[in-house]
């Protein structure tokens, strides 16, 4: 096991973790729903195979096979501040950095592991310099901590273990305490060493992880208790504290703080022959979708073995931040309009203004859900010209200009 000491803590003022619903939690928590767009970079030994980062799982692989990456682990093209000019450059406003992947790989220094990136050729750890170079770029910083841990000999061997199958591996005991020891004293690290943390992600891959025996409670203790400030994911289960419900593809039920996964192709992870990947303008219109639904949208950025974005990605990306520029007035700090979905496009809204985005026109004029003297002000996002808007008997009609989609109107209501 890994002796050397890790870096010393770094110092962070936190306010102090309050009940829901006071001012200082709403201080601790307002910056979330204010970003409304995060990246997730994926990176790990998941990325030599270059099959998703799930691809231990589906081949089933065992851990001393796939330990083998390690020494192939230089990613000689890591620049960490590429990732963070790129996320600003797309309109991010806080990105997910991976400190440990299913397959047990931390991309940090641990002093209760030896299977991280100490031990590769690229030795440095990288989740120090991604978090230090995101900062940089006045990017709020998440961390990703996965609560599956192939490698570890006390995990339980469950339906997404690569050594589901084999008979003796499901029959051997297993230490789940000393297991849950490591897990703890990572998520110690993380939350003393690599500055202020404003978003921990724990994923869980499957309800297993959440039962009562891995004792969730304790480790909600262990990372509120050094960084009050700190956002959770559900992703422990039914446990007090979580304040973010996140899924993939789609809405989360739960009330409160939401935010939904999109992909660039069909992977998390890194998986090279993935080709199916989309285009700025879709990504732009479901980042939107997410707004105006009430959630937040996170990007999932894969990383490749050297350590770079794909290009394909990095031009999504681009494509993404041009659309921002022009019309993240109506994303940033927007969230439901109350009036429902229309069919060429959607509405978002922040205070008395309400943006509708426009991405197929209906004609010449938009029917708006407005009575005419409820509008005091209503232009054109993309240059500010004047909108005019009449009453023509049915509802108040506004003028469409002439010009190409996707473009957003702003109606400010008295």
């Not at 619903?21 to 998941?46: N, P």
């Not at 093209?77 to 047990?104: Q, T």
């Not at 993404?320 to 927007?334: F, N, S, W």
């Not at 426009?358 to 003297?373: K, N, R, S």
């Amino acid at each position: 096991m890994e002796t050397t000491t890790t870096p010393p803590p770094r110092t962070t003022a936190a306010p102090l973790r309050t009940i829901a619903g006071s001012g200082a939690e709403h201080d601790r928590t307002a910056w979330f729903g204010d970003a409304r767009l995060g990246v997730f970079f994926h990176w790990g030994l998941h990325a030599i195979p270059a099959r998703g980062e799930w691809s231990q799982h589906r081949e089933e692989v065992a851990p001393e096979d796939y330990a083998r990456h390690l020494s192939r682990f230089a990613a000689p093209r890591f620049r960490p501040e590429r990732w963070a000019r790129l996320a600003a450059a797309a309109g991010a406003r806080y990105v997910v950095l991976p400190a440990k992947s299913f397959d047990g790989f931390a991309l940090f220094h641990s002093r209760h592991s030896d299977f991280t990136v100490r031990e590769t050729p690229l030795g440095r750890d990288a989740l120090l310099e991604a978090v230090d170079a995101c900062r940089e770029a006045d990017l709020h910083i998440g961390l990703s901590y996965a609560l599956l841990d192939w490698h570890h000999p006390d995990h339980p061997v469950d339906q997404l273990h690569p050594l589901r199958d084999d008979p003796r591996e499901r029959g051997r005991p297993r230490d789940a305490t000393r297991y849950l020891r490591q897990v703890q004293g990572q998520v110690r690290e993380l939350m003393s060493n690599y500055g202020r943390v404003d978003l921990l992600r724990f994923e869980s891959g499957c309800a297993d992880v959440t039962r009562d025996h891995w004792n969730m409670r304790e480790l909600v203790d262990v990372a509120v208790g050094l960084q009050p400030q700190v956002m959770l994911t559900d992703g422990l289960g039914d446990v007090e504290d979580v304040d973010i419900a996140s899924s993939d593809g789609e809405l989360p039920g739960r009330p409160g703080a939401r935010e939904v996964g999109l992909l660039l192709n069909r992977h998390h992870g890194y998986a090279r022959d993935d080709r199916e990947w989309i285009d700025s303008e879709t990504l732009w219109r479901q980042a939107v979708g997410c707004v105006a639904a009430g959630a937040n949208c996170l990007v999932h950025v894969a990383i490749d073995a050297n350590g770079s974005v794909p290009l394909q990605a990095a031009a999504i990306l681009r494509g993404l931040g041009e659309h921002v520029a022009r019309h993240g007035t109506a994303l940033y700090g927007c969230g439901e309009a109350g009036l429902g979905v229309p069919t060429w496009g959607a509405w978002t809204a922040r205070g008395d203004i309400r943006y509708a985005h426009v991405w197929q026109a209906p004609g010449d004029a938009l029917h708006v859900p407005f009575a005419p003297d409820q509008v005091a002000a209503a232009w054109l996002l993309d240059d500010g010209s004047e909108i005019r808007c009449a009453d023509h008997g049915d509802g108040l009609v506004a003028e469409l200009p002439r010009m190409d989609l996707p473009y957003v109107l702003a109606f400010q209501l008295r």
